[in-house]
């Protein structure tokens, strides 16, 4: 069972920044430069998918979007393992 179901809100539990490729070291999020602070830690957000990526079928991966302002507006989604959230009320 994961952790967080869709639904749930989160809280980034560390800055979350936008890690460049191994690759090539191009942005991970297209329009977003790499190392870029993507959430400040203590950002909440709500988890909208959870799913596993191809080459981790044992980690989970929650698409989550974090808050952007004060009135609660909501960002595009974005990838966090399971160690870069905390439950609300944490």
């Known amino acids: 069972m994961s952790r967080f179901q869709m639904g749930d809100m989160v809280f980034a ?4 920044f936008n890690e460049a490729l191994e690759e090539d ?4 999020i ?5 190392d ?3 959430v400040s830690a ?4 709500v988890v909208v998918n959870v799913g596993h990526a191809q080459e981790m079928p044992n980690e989970e991966i929650y698409l989550v979007r974090f808050e952007t302002d004060a009135e609660g507006t ?13 439950e609300a009320g944490q």
């Open 30 to 34: 297209p329009g977003v430069a790499p």
């Open 25 to 28: 070291g191009s942005s991970a």
């Open 13 to 16: 539990a560390q800055d979350l």
């Open 36 to 38: 870029a602070l993507l």
């Open 74 to 86: 909501l960002a595009e989604p974005i990838g966090c393992l399971s160690e870069e959230l905390n």
């Open 42 to 45: 203590g950002a909440r957000g």
